[in-house]
């Protein structure tokens, strides 16, 4: 269970990238259902102000580095990218990730945690500006400059800026089921979820298709009522009036995904929310969303949440002794 997250902030914080960690993890909600957490900001010297991404302005952190001592989460939030990283800092990200930690970076974030020695063997993203320069400090990694952000379990990886929100919220709703996920990004007047397969730069802005008619709107809000029978590129272009190929192109360009892996992403979502509030066998919830079998949700939902709907379906299921196996 998440309950202490501890923010490492360095020399040249980017405010933006750091108001998004404290949005989502450091402001009380409890009025609105969500859990309170102890919310630690800890530089290399607690007390001591350090120099901001906007001139004039400095951030003081409360803590030091033995603030992230017992923390659940250590978040590495971005800052400007240098060769060599405080060795007390460095050293105790290395402690907190090997006492179980989980690390989430955002943006630049992602070279402290190579400096760790985090990123060896593992994919990871950051912003695609510096994708290349990540690959080249950290050969044994493999960055993915497209994506939103990278889930590895007890390593999160996200790109620059807005992605840092999308990876914030991923983790409350891994942590602390879409319930709590939701009513955050409902504060924040934000979406609540978008796939990290996302792509970081799409040709066009991501479609609010509830309020939109054009475009691709109609067809996206259809597919959300229609998640449980089959859909293929072919008929999808059809029921649009373009070739597929078309079809494909203009898809990428409104939502920044294929079609196959925006329906993946929403039926794991209808999924998570069945789990979440009724006591349905998962096989029915399976075929509730589109996946036709209990063994086709296990691996899409494995793969999306890093659980099984069983084990989700125990940690935040809101029936009493909700059943069902898998």
């Given at each position: ?14 405010m933006?990238e ?5 949005e ?8 609105a ?22 001139p004039g ?13 017992g923390a ?5 939030t ?10 007390e800092?460095?050293?105790?990200v ?26 060896d ?10 994708a290349d ?5 950290f ?15 007890k390593?999160?990886?996200s ?8 990876a ?8 602390l089921?879409?319930?709590?996920a939701?009513t955050?990004a409902?504060?924040?007047?934000t ?10 730069y799409?040709?066009?802005?991501v ?8 475009g691709?709107?109609a067809?996206l809000d259809w597919l959300?009522e ?6 293929s590129?072919d ?8 070739s597929p ?16 892996k925006?329906?993946?992403t ?9 789990l979440?509030?009724?006591?349905l ?8 969303c ?5 063994a086709?949700?296990r691996?899409?939902f ?11 379906r ?12 898998v």
């Amino acid at each position: 269970m998440l309950s202490r997250v501890a923010v490492v902030v360095l020399d040249r914080v980017a405010m933006f990238e750091f108001g998004t960690v404290c949005e989502v993890f450091g402001l009380d909600r409890t009025d609105a259902g969500v859990p309170a957490l102890d919310f630690r900001v800890c530089g290399p010297e607690p007390g001591v102000p350090l120099r901001t991404n906007v001139p004039g302005v400095t951030l003081t952190p409360g803590h030091g580095v033995d603030g992230l001592t017992g923390a659940d989460l250590v978040i590495l939030t971005a800052t400007t990218i240098r060769a060599h990283y405080p060795p007390e800092v460095v050293d105790a990200v290395r402690a907190a990730a090997a006492s179980g930690a989980t690390v989430l970076t955002v943006c630049s974030g992602t070279f402290l945690a190579g400096a760790a020695g985090l990123l060896d063997g593992r994919r990871c993203t950051t912003h695609w500006m510096h994708a290349d320069e990540l690959a080249r400090a950290f050969p044994e990694t493999t960055v993915d400059p497209d994506v939103l952000f990278v889930d590895e379990g007890k390593l999160v990886t996200s790109a620059g800026t807005a992605a840092g929100i999308d990876a914030c919220l991923h983790l409350v709703r891994r942590e602390l089921g879409s319930d709590v996920a939701n009513t955050v990004a409902r504060r924040m007047v934000t979406p609540p979820q978008r796939d990290g397969g996302q792509r970081q730069y799409i040709e066009r802005p991501v479609l609010d298709h509830a309020s939109d008619g054009s475009g691709l709107a109609a067809l996206l809000d259809w597919l959300g009522e229609h998640l449980d029978s089959p859909h293929s590129v072919d008929s999808l272009a059809s029921r649009a009036a373009m070739s597929p190929r078309t079809f494909a192109r203009r898809f990428a360009a409104e939502t920044g995904t294929t079609p196959g892996k925006w329906l993946a992403t929403q039926r794991v979502l209808r999924a998570q929310e069945l789990l979440e509030r009724t006591d349905l066998p998962v096989e029915e919830i399976a075929h509730r969303c589109g996946f036709g079998s209990a063994a086709l949700l296990r691996h899409h939902f494995q793969r999306a949440r890093g659980v099984a709907p069983a084990d989700y379906r125990r940690r935040f299921g809101a029936a009493a002794g909700a059943v069902g196996t898998v």
